[in-house]
């Protein structure tokens, strides 16, 4: 079918199919898993744990069901057409999701409302809550306070107190290098961590990701801290609607300030280093490629939730969200090597399938129809309303490195869910150079 008459097919569809999502928002009773009380590992460093480090190795019998019955059954769903691959067989984590980024159809999922740990994916929900608060300009001098409350444990990008950092460079910590000294940080500018959890907790509620509860805002092991592949699929598809989001989920490598000193000449100056980003899809590693159209988005490893990544991709003009969590296969970058075969058959299953639910819009999401070139709200203008914002297929290049910010839209009509200034059907704006990526 031709990418316009898609694009319209898609558009004419997401009206009757998020009312009926706004149906389903009723979560159904949930068993809350009780994690351990052990210290978190580094997501950047730690092997995968085994199984028995989280709560339950079976999946309760009763999961939420917002975004389509199928999402709060047991097992794979998937509905397969004619010519439509199988899926992939050698899957072992608790809970996977793969879905349209644009049209928000799950293409198949396995135990998507499963309550598990998240460990650093919850990072997402973290940056998609307090990213329009402070410009990426704004400095801040690091007191003992800000990093009070660290985990053991905990994957840092080494900030040093009495040091002074712009809001960017924290940003790149929190998203290349999992810091949770970043997210400290961070959250002492938002007057707190308690606060901050808060504000995750209702964000949260606003997103329908109603698996979630979050205890602590950098994902570190918590008792009754929980999210599912469902919710931080939400989280990820809110936040790639973000410019500056989009910009450092798919920054690769980065000069990161270090401590201040004299150097022979008696002057002042600020060191730095490389950081490197450790979603392996991104970066690549030893046994890994790097995977084609890849553009973010964040990884994570814990005791209690073992591996945790969700990842965004392009190719051919169609963008994949994918999520999985804790694979029980105990082999080196697992989580990515399972996420990279569900991404590839999504790919070829798109357009072979029928979705087995979708990915519902923000709770307070007023719905409109804009026609083509028209202006409308876009993730960078969160106050607009249409007629009065950004072009939707202009905004500033540039990023991380010299990485060029492409923009396009879909033909055809447009959904936007205004509030929210969520935009269902547009061309995701993914960084040009991850398409060009080996």
């Not at 019998?61 to 389509?68: D, F, L, P, W, Y």
Request: proline share 7%; with cysteine; aromatic share 6%.
């Amino acid at each position: 079918m031709p990418a316009l008459h898609t694009t319209v097919r898609r558009s004419l569809l997401v009206i009757p199919a998020t009312c009926l999502s706004l149906a389903l928002t009723a979560p159904a009773s949930f068993a809350t898993p009780s994690p351990s009380t052990s210290p978190s590992t580094s997501p950047s460093t730690s092997p995968s744990t085994s199984p028995s480090a989280s709560p339950s190795a079976t999946p309760p019998a009763n999961m939420s069901r917002v975004g389509g019955e199928r999402l709060g059954r047991a097992g794979a769903q998937a509905d397969l057409g004619a010519g439509a691959p199988v899926l992939p067989k050698d899957l072992t984590a608790r809970s996977w999701i793969v879905a349209d980024a644009e049209s928000g159809e799950v293409l198949a999922a396995a135990n998507a409302h499963w309550r598990l740990p998240p460990a650093s994916t919850l990072k997402m929900l973290f940056a998609d809550t307090l990213l329009p608060k402070f410009p990426s300009s704004e400095k801040h001098k690091v007191t003992t306070a800000d990093l009070a409350g660290i985990g053991s444990g905990s994957s840092m990008v080494g900030i040093k107190e009495e040091e002074t950092y712009t809001v960017h460079d924290l940003w790149l910590g929190v998203f290349l290098r999992s810091g949770n000294d970043a997210v400290h940080v961070l959250s002492a500018m938002n007057h707190g961590v308690d606060r901050t959890v808060a504000e995750m907790n209702a964000h949260a509620e606003e997103l329908q990701a109603l698996d979630t509860h979050v205890v602590t805002p950098d994902g570190y092991d918590a008792p009754g801290q929980v999210s599912s592949a469902y919710d931080l699929t939400l989280f990820a598809r809110s936040g790639l609607q973000k410019k500056d989001f989009r910009e450092y989920c798919s920054t690769v490598r980065a000069e990161f300030p270090g401590k201040t000193s004299k150097n022979d000449k008696g002057k002042t100056v600020r060191e730095t280093f490389e950081i490197e980003n450790t979603n392996r899809l991104l970066s690549g590693d030893s046994d890994l490629s790097v995977y084609q159209g890849i553009a973010g988005v964040k990884n994570g490893n814990t005791t209690n939730a073992g591996a945790t990544f969700t990842a965004v991709a392009e190719r051919g003009g169609r963008v994949l969200l994918v999520t999985v969590m804790n694979p029980g296969k105990e082999e080196h970058n697992e989580v990515y090597k399972e996420a990279a075969k569900l991404l590839d058959w999504g790919f070829n299953a798109a357009g072979k399938v029928r979705p087995v639910g979708e990915l519902v819009a923000p709770k307070g999401a007023a719905q409109s129809v804009v026609q083509p070139g028209a202006t409308a709200p876009d993730g960078d203008n969160p106050g607009g309303v249409a007629g009065s914002g950004k072009p939707v297929a202009s905004a500033p290049s540039g990023g991380s490195g010299g990485m060029g910010i492409a923009l396009a839209i879909s033909g055809g009509l447009l959904v936007l869910l205004a509030a929210g200034a969520f935009l269902v059907n547009r061309r995701w704006p993914l960084p040009d150079l991850m398409r060009r990526r080996r």
